[in-house]
């Protein structure tokens, strides 16, 4: 069978953005995108989907309005000398803060609403929208065309003034709320309709999830003449509804040892297959390694014991070490990762881990640099671009039509996460979680040509989202005791339990988790990754924070993608193992459960010392994770490096 001729697209690179992924309205940083009501996936009621998702930078909408916005876009600078690669030229990417949505309906039978298209497809509104403008999420872009002047002024003007910009948003020929609703058309010949005031109100429109702005249709002469104001039927009192009250919904049960321990507080705060930084007793300094193993030791030593295999360049395989302190394992999340060692790493920081000539870097042809530490850094991103779905449950049809696979646990960047974990999220306050209940695989078949259809998958995460509330407990003796149904995972609650013993004497306020969603449906983009717990990971930091009388909810851990700048839900990988390619030796495996190994190497072992028997803070107080991180460098919400702390 003949292949395929493939065009040859000529990228064009924006010079600058103007893009915004957050902003600030009214003094509260909000994201620049959907909101958290319009991007959940769950159908109403009657089996209406209503929903934004982002489209990824392959997704053929997104490659369609590049290619539309380089062809413009050469078009003006380029003139008739390039008229032949008008068709052929593409952005590379969008500028950098913008990003593109698709706006999703359905209906109940499967069947899609006619929504226009700039692709084309005789639909009757289009469907995709560009968010990033510095005015906000209700400042978008509609379509190639009505991006492409701003686009031009990024690209052209170098002073940056706004004035300058011919686009609708920044320079709007007439402020919406001047603009006259429009009219429908009707026969000149039509009567005039009096509106009588005390005639009956129309009935209340029932509100969907999503509600669109709609222009109110203006009676016709048929219709005129059909019904009197006395005669206008009364409200649908029927379809007028009282919010109903918010359920939370069951937690999973755990399916095995792991997802059990998982689920306590205070056990192991890293798990088996994540991605972790350790102290290395060999170099005496920070490393990072994968999680291969872990077990409670039988002989008492310690309270937990974890084999870590380090990360490195494909011609090293460094031998796996055992850590059995607390003190000396932290999550990848936990700290932002330091630049790498050789100046032409740092120079090309967009160099993967594959792309790297690490052969050429051994051999001292790029000057001199620690080859083991820049792998081990290059190759921890890679794996934070990648997820893998395990332990498959069961296989439903939607009432779209889809096949939804569900699973068990989901990969996540460097993480581990459960069916029943608790997981940040990136919408609504930033500091807002979700309770999942149900990992979500949704097959659709793509359009092809071909014999074979083309197969693409989207990945949801459902359960119950809770916001950090609080109450003022203005007797320290006597405090209320906001109801916290069992729904809310043990680990939450014991969390909020500990943060209580200082927020109320010294602030007279109690705290607690709110419901504010029930059963809602995110794409995995959301996801920021695991939560943690404060009393386990952030002591000094909720200390200080509420000695600043800046709350007990503070955001102080990095999100999944942010290390190098990920955009969409990354790479799939069907075996864990995998997303960590020529970083680790070829026969490594992962061992579940917690059962320690045959024998361990004591020589791998660390020297037993003072703080032989030190753990995690838990309920009571105690050590913490945070004696070892740097708070006065935390960047985006993540942590760096002090220039005192050893990595290598």
Known sequence: MAQPVMTQFWPLFPARSDGHEQISAK?????????????????????????YRLLAWDEPKHIDWRKKLGGMLLRELGGKQYEDKWTQCILWDLPEGYRLYEHIKSKSDGTTKPVKNHSGGGHDRQDAYLYGHPKGPKKRFRSPVEFFPHLLWLSTDETGQYDNCTCKLCCPTQPESEKPAAKAETP???????????????????????????????????SANTQSPSTRASPNVARIKPPSALVSAPLPQPRSIDQQVDSQYNKFLCRTGEVVW?????????????????????????????????????????????ITLDNKIKPWLAWSAPSC?????????????????????????????EAEVDASILAAKAVDETYTLFERLK?????????????????????????????????????????????????????????????????????????????????????????????????????????????????????????????????????????????????????????????????????????????????????????????????????????????????????????????LSNADGGFALDDFMNLDGMDDGGMTFGDDFPFG
């Open 27 to 51: 003094g509260v940083v909000v994201r620049n995108a959907p909101n958290a009501q319009q991007l959940d996936q769950t159908p109403n009621e009657l089996g209406q989907a209503d929903y």
């Open 278 to 322: 350790f102290y290395r007793e060999r170099t005496k300094a920070w490393g990072l390694g994968l999680v291969v193993r872990r077990w409670i030791p039988k002989d008492g030593s310690s309270n937990r014991a974890h084999l870590i295999q380090p990360l490195s360049h494909p011609y090293m395989a460094p031998e796996k070490e055992v």
């Open 395 to 615: 296989t439903t049809t939607s009432n779209l039509g889809h096949e939804e696979r569900h699973w068990n646990g989901l990969y996540f960047g460097a993480e581990k996460i459960w069916n029943g974990d608790p997981v940040r999220l990136r919408i609504g306050s930033g500091a807002d979680i979700m309770v999942v209940t149900d990992i979500i695989e949704r097959i659709i078949q793509l359009p092809s040509n071909g014999p074979n259809p083309s197969i693409s998958s989207n990945i949801q995460l459902v359960g119950d989202i809770y916001t950090y509330a609080t109450l003022p407990a203005p007797d320290p003796s006597n405090p209320p005791q906001p109801a916290q149904s069992t729904n809310i995972p043990l680990r939450m609650r014991e969390d909020m339990r500990w943060r209580n013993q200082t927020l109320i004497p010294d602030t007279q306020t109690t705290a607690y988790w709110k419901l504010i969603s029930s059963q809602s449906r995110l794409d995995i983009v959301e996801i920021k990754g695991r939560w943690y717990e404060t009393s386990l990971v952030y002591v000094d930091s909720f200390h200080k924070a509420v000695k600043n009388n800046e709350g007990g909810n503070g955001i102080w851990m990095n999100s999944r993608g942010a290390a190098a700048g990920l955009v969409g839900a990354g790479t799939r990988k069907e075996e864990r193992v995998e997303a960590f390619g020529n970083a680790v030796p070829k026969n490594t495996t992962l061992v579940e459960g917690l059962d320690p190994p045959p024998e361990v190497d004591q020589q791998k072992r660390p020297p037993a010392n003072e703080m032989q028997h030190l753990e």
């Open 188 to 222: 000149a010949n039509s009567p005039k309709v009096k509106i009588e005031e005390t005639a009956t109100p129309p009935s209340t429109a029932s509100v969907t999830r999503n509600p669109a702005a709609q222009i109110p249709r203006l009676p016709t002469a048929g």
């Open 341 to 369: 060692t050789y100046s032409l790493l740092q120079q090309n920081n967009a160099l993967t881990y594959e792309q790297v000539d690490w052969n050429a870097l051994l051999s001292g042809h790029y000057g001199n640099g």
